[in-house]
């Protein structure tokens, strides 16, 4: 399983803050396709972080069991 | 890496503030101390008024940012102490959600120490800011710089 986080404006639109899926072998930039249509989240601004780190738009990677995936809107600390 | 408290549930009352300074009263080798404090504004949007702000934030990615932060601050500047607070949760309009405060032996560093850790924390740590309005609508915030 992996494990997906929502934060902010993108908890709101996915009415969750939190959810595991299979693995299924995605890549991070099909999971990230995936959940955009699911949640209908196309239009909202954000970044994600795998395992805590941010990744680059361009980048893609294979996922691993247990890697937790955020999805990050726009920060807004201070 | 060491990693300091820095959440704290709703506002950050001054008399917090005013024990963390007097927690640096028995370092002598500080001579001075800058503080910024953060402070939530009642904007005015489309004819309605902010009343809160409800902060959350990615705890576990927000703690190791703030803990490179402070690394590399530290490597920096020429600084004895740092510390770092943000409010989570509500925050009502005139009360103060964010406080850094860094001490120096000398002033020279500590403006320039400040400037950085502000800055850097409003751009890479992941904090999210939700508007309340007084009708109990909302907006989510978004830092411009």
């Given at each position: 399983m992996i494990t997906i986080k929502y934060f902010g404006m993108l908890a709101e639109q996915a009415q969750c803050k939190q959810e595991q899926l299979d693995?299924?072998?995605?890549t991070l930039k099909e999971l990230i396709k995936d959940i955009t249509e699911k949640h209908n989240m196309n239009t909202l601004p954000f970044h994600v972080a795998v395992n805590q780190k941010l990744v680059q738009e361009s980048e893609d990677q294979a996922l691993q069991l247990h890697d937790e995936i955020a999805f990050l809107p726009p920060f807004a600390g201070g | 890496m060491k990693k300091q408290s820095v959440f704290i549930e709703g506002a950050i009352s001054p008399e917090f503030i005013a024990n963390a300074i007097a927690?640096?009263?028995?370092?002598?080798?500080?001579?001075g101390h800058n503080i910024f404090l953060g402070q939530v504004r009642a904007d005015e949007i489309d004819h309605k008024n902010v009343a809160a702000i409800e902060f959350t934030a990615y705890e576990d990615m927000a703690l190791e940012q703030i803990a490179a932060i402070r690394e590399k601050a530290f490597k920096t500047f020429d600084l004895t102490c740092m510390h770092i607070y943000h409010s989570l949760g509500k925050v009502q309009a005139g009360d103060i959600c964010f406080f850094v405060f860094v001490s120096a032996k000398?002033?020279?560093?500590l403006y320039a120490a400040t400037e950085y850790l502000v800055n850097i924390i409003k751009k890479k740590v992941p904090i999210f800011g939700k508007e309340i309005f007084e009708d109990s609508s909302h907006q989510w915030k978004t830092n411009t710089n």
């Open positions: 693995l299924k072998s995605l | 927690k640096h009263q028995s370092k002598h080798t500080i001579g000398h002033s020279k560093e």
